[in-house]
């Protein structure tokens, strides 16, 4: 063989090695880590990926379904994930679904949406208003999905330069029913190192997120108390046992729990939201019902105004002679954990973000007493949620998450889907795994 056909050999192997981009120049190599969200950001806002996720949210958003309820949702996105060719598991928890995309192996960096919608009737006139009467998504999960499909199409296009393997959690019943427990307790985190989850926010730009390490959602549960009194004629009371005063003074109690037995500085929040009972000016009802929520930004602090809760609706019963018994409804609605955002994932998240959108637009938030089920997968593994903004600042306010007025901003779509892709695809990169264990614990069915 002459030199020149080994020169001319390796000249059309060069050719054909620089033609496949995966591997003379990586889209997320570890070399152009800076540079991985910004490209992210400008594939995700290609008119191809930015109409595709517009088209699914408008899909969802005419066609809600409430918490364990998500059938066509769930249909729809695992329809994507094959059209994809991403591997998945289904059903956990009812509807979700769990997809994979890299190599099968660790390290394993999860990224995830919520699914349901409210039972609330929509009141924005627009051409995809919620087709169902009394569901609308009023919180923009409808939106959360949407981007993680996007994410998932820009990581499959790339799912060879990942370094690991991205987990793709979709999940149902956020919105009280806790799905992002029954997700866990499937085992879904088995091997994860970390999880990333977002909200869309009515409170911050486009082009802007925030957020905080440490704890950022307080811990929430519900209780209903049924207060039992003897009923009788409003005018002869002597020969009553009456409910409804019973019960304001169990409110009026309750209020203390807050304002005289808490930390003025651990902040608590008690709120009776229910109050039910009687039917007639002159007539005392045998029993009142109330109901209402209760929230903490630690565990001790929680546990302790749930057992007082306890104590002083039963106990104030007693002073009025009515009998009191109090449900937790710890099965249907189990108590939702604070919310605790992982220092180090703090750190990764303020650097991928700030390499996208610029520093100043990497906002930092006060904690809420809102809720937020993602707690139970951060209770479990390193977690990070994070606050997208969708203010478009020409058109001022926009209504709150849960208004029936709440419109999702849909310019906001690219930069979710970036930063969910981007967060995992640079967490992969720089967590690289112990060899010992690289073939151990893969996911089997890769
Ligand atoms: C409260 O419970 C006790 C014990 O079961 C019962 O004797 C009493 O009648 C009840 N009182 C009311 C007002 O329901
Ligand atoms: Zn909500
Ligand atoms: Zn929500």
Redesign the pocket.
């Known amino acids: 063989m002459s030199s020149c056909t080994w020169v001319c050999l390796l000249f059309n192997l060069c050719t054909l090695l620089s033609s496949y981009p995966a591997l003379s120049d990586p889209f997320l190599g570890e070399k152009g880590l800076t540079e991985i969200p910004s490209k992210f950001l400008n594939l995700a806002k290609r008119p191809e990926l930015f109409e595709y996720m517009v088209r699914i949210r408008r899909s969802l958003h005419e066609n809600p379904e409430l918490g364990y309820e998500e059938f066509e949702t769930s249909r729809l996105i695992r329809n994507e994930l094959d059209g994809m060719g991403i591997p998945y598991k289904h059903p956990i928890a009812v509807t979700g679904i769990v997809g994979y995309i890299g190599t099968g192996n660790p390290p394993f960096v999860a990224i995830r949406a919520d699914m349901d919608a409210l039972a609330m009737q929509e009141a924005v006139e627009w051409e995809h208003k919620s087709k169902v009467p009394g569901k609308m998504h009023a919180c923009g999960h409808d939106a959360h999905v949407a981007m993680l499909l996007g994410a998932a199409k820009m990581l499959q296009e790339h799912r060879s330069d990942l370094e690991g393997t991205v987990i793709l959690v979709f999940q149902p019943a956020e919105e009280g029913g806790g799905g992002a427990k029954k997700m866990r307790d499937a085992g879904i985190l088995e091997n994860v190192n970390a999880i990333f989850g977002f909200h869309v926010s009515s409170s911050y730009p486009v082009g802007t997120v925030a957020t905080r390490a440490g704890p950022v959602m307080a811990a929430s549960g519900f209780f209903e108390a049924k207060i ?3 009923g009788g004629h409003a005018a002869i009371p002597q020969h009553t ?1 009456d409910p409804i005063l019973a019960s304001s003074n169990i409110i009026v109690s309750l209020q203390h729990l807050v304002s005289r037995e808490a930390d003025p500085l651990d902040s608590q929040v008690v709120t009776i939201a229910k109050f039910q009972g009687g039917h007639a000016f002159n007539v005392i009802p045998d029993s009142v019902t109330i109901a209402g929520t209760f929230r903490a930004f630690s565990q001790e602090s929680f546990m302790q105004l749930k057992h007082r809760i306890e104590e002083v609706i039963t106990l104030q019963a007693s002073v009025q ?3 009191a018994s109090v449900n937790f409804y710890a099965d249907e609605k189990p108590f939702y954990p604070v919310t605790v955002n992982d220092k180090d994932l703090h750190k990764h998240f303020q650097k991928i973000a700030g390499h996208m959108l610029g520093d100043e637009n990497v906002k930092e938030v006060q904690p809420l007493m809102g809720a937020e089920d993602f707690s139970f997968f951060a209770e479990a593994i390193p977690g990070y949620f994070y606050y997208i903004g969708m203010v478009d600042e020409t058109e001022g306010r926009i209504a709150p998450g849960h208004s029936p007025y709440f419109k999702v901003n849909e310019d906001a779509l690219p930069y979710g889907a970036a930063l969910h892709a981007s967060l995992a695809a640079t967490y992969l990169l720089e967590h690289p795994p112990p060899i010992a264990t690289q073939k151990l614990s893969s996911h089997d069915e890769l």
């Open positions: 039992s009194g003897k046992i002679r009515c009998n």
